[in-house]
């Protein structure tokens, strides 16, 4: 998240995929040498048995699908086992390398959250995102633990985080760290 | 500032200066037994030598004064030294206890820093708030140093930080911390 709070930047398109200046939010995760980035960085997928993204994470677009589109996460997404795509317009199942398929669902988020917990077992569901993805878990409580990565950078537009959650959310400050790359934040989500 | 960007609640008024759940954003400085917040807000205001806040932080209300209101800060209110307040409404300087001086600025943010600047001498000028006051500095690029506390709280609306300010802002992260009761970055501005 950008220290103003967006997770993506203004304009997102195909060529930025989040938006413009939002790359810089991610400097944290591939720049820094630092050895508290390069820790959370390597280990913020362990533990997670599926995943769920929005439609603009996976790939971006629009309306029914056409061609071959697989995304922009190349030919071996770094999520490794299965992953639920919200989306309005029905797709088959996309398998990649490494234990990657994608999962597209269009019966709502409570739907991909029950497919996601029956295909992690007991391992972890992670929400990766984006902002609209998040917003909707936060709005209806079903989330437990947060992590924020605050970038010391200002978008002044784009995907806000948080947009829509109300002040019902209540949040429990788990661990904290930092470095010049980012400020980390875990936090326990109730309400 | 709540995790959603909010540096007081929606709703302001005499009776809630904060806002709605606004309060709640303060906690650390009052409330909190850990050291490390205990630490900053014992040492936030060492060195300063001015003060700059916006009406609202003052005492609210608007349009011409009337009465005598002296604003919520008390007879003693904590700053010990000249505070400049901006307002479109002239107004003689209000002597509190203590070394305080409210002085009522009505020619514009730059002016309220140089007058500032001359009060504080070798000291430093801090920009105490709310929202809309900092906003218009750090949108001047005349801030120096910003120093974030972030407490785990959602308010939903309110006063936004870094509202209008855009892109062009770059920051710097200097120092974190973190308790149970909030995070705290100062970040070095430029832009």
């Known amino acids: 998240m950008s220290a103003d709070g967006f997770v993506a930047g203004p304009n997102q398109s195909l060529d930025e995929p989040l938006g413009v200046g939002g790359e810089a939010l991610h400097h944290w995760m591939f720049q820094s040498t630092e050895d508290v980035d390069r820790e959370l960085a390597g280990s913020m997928l362990d533990g997670v048995g599926a995943f769920i993204m929005g439609r603009n994470m996976f790939g971006g677009g629009r309306g029914p699908w056409s061609g071959d589109w697989r995304g922009w996460w190349g030919d071996d997404p770094p999520y490794h086992c299965p992953v639920f795509v919200l989306t309005h317009h029905p797709r088959e199942p ?98």
């Open 94 to 191: 996309v398998e990649m390398d490494g234990g990657t398929t994608f999962f597209f669902v269009t019966d709502g988020i409570e739907a991909a959250l029950a497919s996601a917990r029956e295909a992690a077992g007991d391992d972890d569901v992670m929400i990766a995102g984006g902002a609209s993805c998040v917003n909707q878990y936060l709005a209806a409580g079903v989330i437990d633990e947060l992590v924020l990565h605050i970038a010391p950078v200002v978008l002044g537009d784009g995907a806000r985080l948080f947009a829509g959650v109300g002040p019902d959310v209540t949040l429990e400050v788990l661990a904290t760290s930092g470095s010049a790359a980012a400020t980390h934040v875990t936090y326990r989500v109730g309400g």
